[in-house]
């Protein structure tokens, strides 16, 4: 019966030690997990900053063609009607 105690004892202080083992495993995963969070969070803040600053690029770019299409029509359109009014 002493020995079946023993060994009992034996199991229980190995499944603690494993125990305490998984422990420090989930921890470690869990501060891995807030790292990668963070790292994400980061590169979307970064991505979203970028997109925005192309966003207002282009916005810009499309401002400037349409000044620009509208000169090429006036410069289109004034030597024809000048033509229709017998000015040239």
Known sequence: MGRLEGAYEQVSLR????????????DKIAALRD???????SLVAMMDRRFGEMDRRFGEMDRRLVILYGLVIV??????????????
């Open 75 to 88: 410069s289109i359109v004034v030597p024809l009607v000048g033509r229709l009014l017998g000015h040239a």
């Open 15 to 26: 499944l603690g030690t494993i125990d305490g083992r998984l422990d420090r495993i989930e």
């Open 35 to 41: 790292k990668i969070d963070g790292t994400r969070d």
